[in-house]
Structures are given as C-alpha cells and as structure tokens.
T-cell receptor
Framework: GQQLNQSPQSMFIQEGEDVSMNCTSS?????WLWYKQEPGEGPVLLIA?????ELTSNGRLTAQFGITRKDSFLNISASIPSDVGIYFC???????????FGQGTTLQVKP | DAGITQSPRYKITETGRQVTLMCHQT?????MFWYRQDLGHGLRLIYY???????DKGEVPDGYVVSRSKTENFPLTLESATRSQTSVYFC????????????FGDGTRLSIL
C-alpha cells in the first residue's frame, strides 16, 4: 500500500536540544497531520496543516506543509523529558477521510 | 468530555473465536475509523464509516466486519480470529473530512493464542 517515508526512525537527544523530523511521499496530500503517541495510549493530535506552505506552531512545536504538497516537517525546540514518545506524520488525500501514516519517529530525551 | 472510548482495553482469545471490539464517541462525529498498529507497519486503516449505515474498506479489511447502526458506535468484529490479527486496535473519529483531524481512542490490545 501507499506509504509515507518518515525519518529519522529514532532519535536519542540531550535535554534542551532541538529536534527535527520529516515525512516525504511521491504522492500529493491535501492535509498533513502530526501526532504523538505515548505508551499505552492512542495518538494525540499535535498540529494540523491544511494549505501548501502553511507554517504552524503549537508551543515549542512547529510544523510546515511543504510547497510541493509531498512533504512535511516537525520541529521541537528546547526538548524536555516529557517530549519522549513516538511521533507520527499522517497525510490525507481527497475527501474520503482516510489517513496514511508514516512509520513513526521514536524520540528519547536524556535529562 | 468523555470523547472516544474503546472497550475492552485488553483481550486474550483463541484462534477461531469471534471477538468484537467496541468504540463509542460522544462528539456526534460523522466519521469513524478503525486502525491496527503493528511493529514495522505503523497504523493501517481497516474500515471506516462516513455516517450511520455507511461503511467502506480501508487498506487491510480481510477478516474483519464492521457495522454502524448508530452514529456514536462503531464496533469491529473478528469473525474467526487468527494469530496474525494479534495487534493493537485504535478507533478514531472526525467531524468531517477535509479540514477536521481525527481523534483517537486509547486502543485495545488484542492477543490471539
């Protein structure tokens, strides 16, 4: 099936560092979403992007919808231990509501 | 604000058994979705529903059945469970497509022995 290529697969960083992760695809999407998942819980929405070129922030998180509509990135500034989790990108095409998910980026933060 | 709830949270059953996973949302969202999450595959769509009595297949529908007689409920049934269906199952809902994101439940961890 269709997939999003999310990278990196995992990151182990020091508290206070900035983090960047991205998703790319060979297909065009009209919506990009970024979710965070913690152990034993469902994914929680972080940022939603609906227009090509859109740059949106949510606290220390910033995400952008690529101009080509085939990619998106998520930045986390000044990481803290509670940022630990798995971050997923998801893209939506058309009007069916179906999402395609990336494989996830596992983030670990060392205090 | 109850949101979206899944039950049971954990289930162990045997191959060949029928098992139903429940999903209930209190937002009156039109759209509901079922995903499975497996290591190495991320989240994959099983079935989705645009409204009561309207359902459609996702990426991995084989072996699963859904129904949507009421807007707030979207049960997922494994008619004859197989070991390959051992997974974590997530239900999600959204108000509409296009500019409304999906919100997820906390999942059901299903083990099939």
């Amino acid at each position: 099936g269709q997939q999003l290529n999310q990278s990196p697969q995992s990151m182990f960083i020091q508290e206070g560092e900035d983090v960047s992760m991205n998703c790319t695809s060979s297909s065009i999407f009209n919506t990009w979403l970024w979710y965070k998942q913690e152990p034993g819980e469902g994914p929680v929405l972080l940022i939603a992007l609906y227009k090509a070129g859109e740059l949106t922030s949510n606290g220390r998180l910033t995400a952008q919808f690529g101009i080509t509509r085939k990619d998106s990135f998520l930045n986390i500034s000044a990481s803290i231990p509670s940022d630990v989790g798995i971050y997923f990108c998801a893209g939506q095409q058309g009007n069916t509501g179906k999402l395609i998910f990336g494989q996830g980026t596992t983030l670990q933060v060392k205090p | 604000d109850a949101g979206i709830t899944q039950s049971p949270r954990y289930k162990i059953t045997e191959t060949g058994r029928q098992v139903t996973l429940m999903c209930h949302q209190t937002w009156s969202h039109s759209y509901m979705f079922w995903y499975r999450q497996d290591l190495g595959h991320g989240l994959r769509l099983i079935y989705y529903s645009a409204a009561a009595d309207i359902t459609d297949k996702g990426e991995v529908p084989d072996g699963y059945v859904v129904s949507r007689s009421k807007t707030e409920n979207f049960p997922l049934t494994l008619e004859s469970a197989t070991r390959s269906q051992t997974s974590v199952y997530f239900c999600a809902s959204s108000e509409q497509v296009g500019n409304q994101p999906q919100h997820f439940g906390d999942g059901t961890r299903l083990s099939i022995l």
